[in-house]
């Protein structure tokens, strides 16, 4: 037996499920599961079935199906439930609760009513797909789904052009083909990633610019469950001539340090590179 039972806190936990692989689940996952005293899900028939697989009963607990638009009636009475000191968990139909999946509202009306609200977390296609990418993880920008229409999208995407960081996207199989196209069009032949099936059988990543991507998707379509990550915009190429003249005036008033920190700075350069160029022109007078 993998969980155990344990007495919960009154509050609402969300739970963390599988995005394929059902042995991603967690062990604290489980535990909360067998020791809620009230169950909600997303897809109730998917969560019984998780449970089944990974043996905890139900002991007499009923499935409540809940997402942000199932209307006041269900959130109420799932808030009801912790007010009279219940532990109520709650499981999306795979992986993280609210990312791209229901249970903000029910998060924030809980918060707001002062109740307990915890998390069992864990996995999470954008994260599991930024991991495997190749593409810079030190900042990123999660968009979701885009829009299904190409004018909508590309509006879309115009205004995530300038994020200084990872782009993620969720994708259906019909449609990624000319997201990538419009990708390609709107923000330039950048480096990408397809990720599809992650944790699962046929799990696949293509790393390769928008624009060969879109073409070798023409060549070899794909199923299954999709996320793109696109890399953030280039720093524009700066002459050697500006940078010089740049690194020029800044050397009146700073050391060569300081000089060198601010020209990276305002051209998005590392500072090693734009130190050396400081250093031979403060030497050459
Ligand atoms: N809550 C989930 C999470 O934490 O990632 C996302 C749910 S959202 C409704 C479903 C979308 O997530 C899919 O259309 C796909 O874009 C992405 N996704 C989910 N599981 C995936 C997987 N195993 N491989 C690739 N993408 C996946």
Do not use: W
């Amino acid at each position: 037996m993998n969980h155990l039972n344990v007495k919960l806190a009154p509050g609402l936990y969300f739970v963390a499920t599988p995005i394929g692989t059902a042995r991603d689940i967690t062990l604290r996952a489980l535990d909360v599961l067998a020791s809620a005293d009230v169950l909600a899900a997303e897809d109730t028939r998917s969560l019984r079935k998780l449970m089944e697989i990974h043996g905890v009963p139900l002991t007499g607990r009923r499935i409540i199906a809940y997402h942000d638009h199932s209307g006041g009636g269900a959130q109420a009475k799932l808030l009801e439930e912790v007010a009279a000191g219940k532990s109520v968990a709650y499981a999306s139909e795979a992986g993280m609760p609210l990312i791209a999946d229901p249970g903000f509202e029910l998060s924030r009306a809980a918060a707001e009513a002062g109740h307990m609200v915890t998390c069992a977390p864990g996995p999470v296609a954008a994260a599991t797909a930024l991991t495997l990418a190749g593409l810079p993880t030190d900042a990123f920008f999660f968009a979701g789904f885009l829009p299904n229409a190409s004018a909508a999208r590309k509006r879309r995407l115009e205004e995530l052009r300038e994020i200084p960081g990872t782009l993620i996207f969720y994708e259906s199989p019909k449609r990624v083909a000319a997201s990538l196209a419009d990708m390609a069009a709107v923000l330039g032949n950048r480096p990408a990633a397809l990720c599809r099936e992650l944790t699962k059988k046929f799990e696949e990543i293509r790393r390769a610019p928008l624009a060969d991507l879109a073409a070798n998707l023409a060549e070899q379509p794909v199923k299954g469950e999709i996320v793109l990550l696109v890399d953030r915009a280039q720093a524009a190429e700066v002459s050697e001539r500006d940078l010089q003249s740049d690194l020029q005036a800044a050397l009146q008033d700073n050391s060569v340090k300081d000089a060198a920190a601010i020209v990276a700075e305002l051209h998005g350069l590392p500072r090693r590179k734009v130190y050396q160029l400081a250093l031979q022109q403060a030497k050459e007078g």
